[in-house]
């Protein structure tokens, strides 16, 4: 390298640190980067993060996104009322750190929470654990500040946020990085989650085009990309639901939802894995084979009153999936789904 290379790169990271620059106009004193070994990585162990719900919900940012309407708001608030209870989410899933919520209700008032709460349970004492706040300065202009406050002086496992653009509402400027802009946010949150060993799910759109994962959050990839991890939450052409978990730290997961408007009131896991996106029919099929046991078409088809060549083809559907196997003509569940 020349003299003059050296020059040119000294000369730029004098640049980079300008802002830094002491009145006296000496140059700022670098910060060495801190390097670890690899050998050293290899062998440090760390603790593996304890879930707040099994398989879903761990401390760290997830983004919840969906379309309006479709109910992730109810699926958020049953969330915070089953840690606060510790008590299974959805009739499902076990509550593995309960503790105190904080829910930033920010499109909503306490006559619209109130009705919502008495639908979903009894007048109980765990109810004193969740604190709703229904008004909060911009994220990046008070709100963080505020939010870091709180839970400095009232711990909490779980922090609600309904939702993200209520939230990190702020003037527009025509010199802002859109997309760095939305990353310093999001992280922002990641980075209070992180401090105080908790769980700050970040209620969001999806886009009204069809995709998957990071794809249907709305906004740029800045919003998604400092998050642990996204759902998706997704109506079936069935009027069910589907939600798809993903995370950097954890496994693709898929759960089938249904809204009961009887008691219990809200939503119910039906069905995870793959079973989760199986049409009703084929759905059918399944628990018909898990409860009652390997069957032929014919049997199958006079129990769930159906054409035995329908039966059939979806058995068939089902076989090529892996759900289901074929020993002549008769059908099971494989172990896995059957367990």
Known sequence: M?????????????EEHAKGKPPSGKRPVLRPLA??????????????????????????LTIFVARPK??????????????????????????????????????????????????????????????????VDP??????????????ANPCVLVVIDTYFALAKQAGRKD??????????????????QKHNCAILLIHHARKADGDGVDVVLGTSGVSAA?????????????????TVRGREMEELTYALHFENESPFGWRITATGEEATLTA???????????????????????LKKNPNTIRRLLQKLTESGLVSKNGETYSLVPEVSA
Not at 139 to 152: E, H, P, V, Y
Not at 283 to 299: A, F, T, W, Y
Request: with cysteine.
């Open 2 to 14: 020349s003299a003059g290379n050296v020059v040119d790169i000294e000369r730029l990271l004098a």
């Open 35 to 60: 390097a670890h070994s690899a050998f050293d990585v290899y062998h440090s162990e760390f603790k593996e993060p304890e879930p707040l719900i099994d398989r879903l919900l761990f401390p760290g």
């Open 70 to 135: 479709v109910g992730k708001s109810w699926f958020a608030l049953q969330i915070a009322m089953a840690i606060a209870k510790n008590s299974a989410l959805a009739g499902s899933l076990r509550v593995r750190k309960p503790g105190k919520v904080l829910y930033l209700a920010l499109e909503e008032s306490q006559a619209r929470t109130a009705p919502r709460l008495r639908k979903l349970t009894g007048p109980s004492d765990f109810l004193e654990d969740i604190s709703f706040v229904y008004a």
């Open 139 to 152: 994220l990046m202009a008070g709100g963080a500040a505020q939010i870091d406050s709180f839970l400095s």
């Open 176 to 193: 802002v990085d859109i997309i760095q802009s939305d990353y310093n946010s999001v992280n922002t949150l990641r980075e209070i989650a």
């Open 227 to 243: 998050c642990d991890a996204v759902w998706s939450l997704k109506r079936s052409p069935q009027g069910d639901c589907v939600l």
């Open 281 to 303: 029919e084929r759905r059918d099929i399944v628990e018909l084979l898990r409860n009652e046991g390997p069957h032929v078409p014919k049997m199958i088809a006079t129990a």
